[in-house]
């Protein structure tokens, strides 16, 4: 006989391609995936379910599955009292969204592990995130739950019943909201207001620990900075971006950004990296180039993308998920360094410039969370210039920065030899959308072909693996495995990423599918009666509510990025049946956010747009003629939000350009030479060929 500790198991995930259903293939619990075999055997036993949802990356997830799934005793109860799904909320994000509400509703809490124990047919009586094995403080154990939960099934379902009808009455009110007014300009000034009240004047971002990089809340401040030339409000931008990318948050050693920062100075991160915080990332960064002209600011881009195409990029060009923030069992193990071990590697010179440089102490520079003990370990952040430390060392600064490079990279590849973190290698369609948008216009601001580039090849592979024959898009790509019909952030973000790659290619297929994948939302997702856009399609699995989610978390909501996308796609092609779908979103959202603005901070990036003032611009000339280029290029570099572009180039794209957006059938070159045709709100100017002219159209200077 096996020892325990060697025993392996073997249940239903093993045959799942979602990294997270994977990691607990082997756990004693008798695991099954969402399906109908699991709700019939619960029917038949007349059992409970026990319903975790998690994700591969998650680092309390792992700390639940070491202690309890993967714990016979553990094992053999949930055996015993239910019938046990597990769900990657990833790949699932209809089933996380109804089932955290639930939570939300029951503990005023959520997060993950989300715990959720349900009856057959799919109804929720007990929510928790995070239980221990063994009851501790006021949190119960499983252990100690479990027999209490079939204790109380067998009998007292009066009381479950009780529970269950109260859910279900508080879900339908949620879900009944009633139509509301348009929403005016006054919202920009109010979120503005609310972020003022919570920005943190010494180290950016908003609130206290734990901080989230909230890229949305920073694109959104810079709208209002551009419309009322508010200077705090660029202010608010740029002192978080500036303690970001010097803070711990940031990989200094291998680039890339971490989830969030544990802490209210930037340094102590939660050490996950998620695609989806590196494509907002690369977008606020971008901008604030654009608005700025900083350079620096175009460096820490041009580091996402090198950690981007290094270590989330597939060999087919699409984007993983994520990394981990454990390696080998131990959170940011892979990221930190002891003082000594950084003295063995360098040179004295080296060690003197980078320790003074990164803030590297012998002693370590953070303490421990939970016990504020001193850790031995480092994590290099930035809090001083360059050039007053190179004063100290009786160097120039680009000298100090040489030496500093040239020990970080020593660094880095000796960390390269350190078992890595787990990297959840799925593919998902909201996810990579949202990264090609940033890539795209990321690329064009900065006129860096390789990012256009990644993003096309991201695109291609999205267009031909999850998008199937008859045209259906498809959420999850996994180990050559399309799973799951794809929901409203597919369709948001895939179109956000078609959108920005038009206008950083000007290839009108791009354009062309935008549109189609456009009508195809508007056909399943749309709510007909009361605006904005459900969460789940018409050909979705009906779950508990079919929810429409209006707010941002760590991404912007799907409804905020459709009416981004609508608004755009109506100036494009001069359709304002699109622009009244994104209204329409407005109203249907606007109870909810007149209540907080600046939880919608997407949302009213759309509304900036919406109302104005709005650039269309066509260009019409050669592609490849020095005129053309250098008009597109002038549009680009500068931080011009409210404006769709347009480009009349080649024989073939002006045709196809001419049947997408009839309003540009006209548009030609003057005299030979590119030409700006610049409509403002509406109203069209006399077409230029003068470079300055046409910025002075656009409220801007020339660069």
């Not at 000339?621 to 680009?636: A, F, V, Y």
Request: hydrophobic content about 40%; some cysteine.
């Amino acid at each position: 006989m096996k020892d325990k500790k060697e025993r392996k198991f073997s249940n239903r995930l093993a045959q799942e391609k979602s990294p997270y259903l994977l990691q607990h293939a082997e756990n004693p619990v008798d695991w099954f995936p969402w399906n109908d075999e699991a709700f019939e055997k619960a029917k038949k036993e007349d059992n409970p379910i026990f319903l975790s949802i998690g994700y591969s990356t998650c680092h309390w997830c792992h700390v639940m599955a070491h202690e309890s799934f993967e714990d016979e005793e553990v094992a053999s109860l949930m055996n015993d009292a239910f019938v046990n799904i597990k769900v990657d909320r990833e790949e699932r994000p209809d089933i996380d969204g109804v089932y955290m509400q639930v939570a939300q509703m029951m503990t005023q809490r959520g997060g993950w592990p989300l715990t959720i124990i349900m009856t057959p047919d799919k109804k929720p009586f007990y929510a928790g995130t995070y239980i221990p094995k063994k009851g501790r403080y006021n949190m119960p154990g499983m252990l100690d739950l479990i027999p209490q939960i079939k204790k109380i099934w067998e009998s007292d379902r009066s009381n479950i019943d009780e529970i269950i009808q109260n859910i279900e009455t508080a879900l339908t009110n949620t879900s009944g909201e009633a139509v509301g007014d348009a929403i005016t300009e006054d919202a920009l000034q109010s979120a503005f207001n609310q972020l003022s009240q919570r920005f943190d004047e010494k180290l950016g971002g908003f609130g206290r620990a734990p901080k989230f990089p909230s890229p949305h809340n920073l694109m959104l401040l810079l709208r209002i900075w551009k419309r009322y030339d508010d200077p705090r409000a660029l202010g608010m931008v740029e002192t978080t971006l500036e303690e970001m990318r010097k803070g711990g948050l940031f990989d200094q050693v291998g680039y890339g950004f971490h989830r969030y920062s544990t802490d209210a100075n930037w340094l102590l991160p939660h050490f996950e990296k998620m695609l989806y915080d590196q494509a907002g990332l690369m977008m606020i960064y971008t901008e604030a180039y654009q608005a700025t002209k900083k350079s620096h600011y175009a460096d820490v881009v041009k580091k996402i993308f090198t950690y981007l195409i290094r270590d989330l990029m597939s060999p087919e060009g699409s984007f993983y998920s994520a990394e981990d923030a454990d390696s080998e069992g131990v959170e940011g193990k892979f990221y930190v360094w002891s003082y000594e071990e950084i003295q063995s590697l360098l040179t004295e010179k080296e060690t003197e410039a980078f320790t003074k440089f990164y803030n590297i102490e012998p002693r370590g520079n953070f303490l421990e969370e939970a016990t504020r003990e001193e850790t031995g370990f480092n994590i290099p952040h930035i809090t001083s210039n360059a050039e007053d430390i190179a004063n100290e060392f009786g160097l120039e600064a680009n000298e100090l920065l040489e030496i500093v490079e040239s020990a970080k990279m020593k660094l880095f590849t000796e960390r390269e030899k350190r078992v890595r973190p787990h990297r959840d290698e799925k593919i998902l369609t909201d996810w990579n959308g949202f990264m090609i948008a940033a890539l795209s216009k990321a690329g064009a601001a900065l006129d860096d072909v390789d990012l256009v580039n990644a993003a096309e090849q991201a695109m291609k592979f999205l267009l031909e693996n999850l998008i199937n024959e008859k045209g259906e898009l498809y959420h999850r790509y996994s180990d050559g495995e399309v799973a799951h019909r794809a929901f409203l952030d597919d369709y948001a973000y895939i179109i956000y990423g078609l959108l920005e790659l038009y206008e950083a290619t000007f290839e009108p297929k791009y354009l062309e599918r935008a549109k189609q994948l456009t009508d195809d939302m508007l056909l399943h997702f749309l709510d007909v009666d009361n605006g904005g856009f459900f969460f789940t399609a018409d050909y979705s699995e009906e779950l508990l509510v079919r929810r429409k989610d209006s707010y941002d978390g760590a991404m912007p909501s799907g409804n905020s990025i459709a009416m981004l996308n609508l608004i755009r796609l109506a100036r494009l092609l001069g359709d304002s049946k699109y622009e009244d779908h994104a209204t329409a979103i407005g109203k249907a959202f606007s109870s909810d956010i007149n209540r907080a603005h600046s939880a919608f901070s997407m949302m009213l990036v759309g509304l900036d747009f919406a109302i104005g003032p709005s650039y269309e611009i066509v260009i019409a000339g050669k592609p490849e003629n020095d005129d053309t280029r250098e008009m597109l290029n002038q549009i680009r570099k500068n931080f011009i939000p409210r404006k769709i572009v347009l480009l009349r180039g080649t024989e073939k794209q002006s045709r196809t350009i001419s049947k997408l957006a009839p309003f540009t059938k006209y548009h030609e070159p003057l005299n030979g030479k590119a030409t700006a045709h610049v409509c403002v709100d509406h109203n069209c100017k006399l077409p230029t060929t003068d470079l300055v002219k046409m910025m002075n159209l656009l409220g801007e200077e020339l660069h």
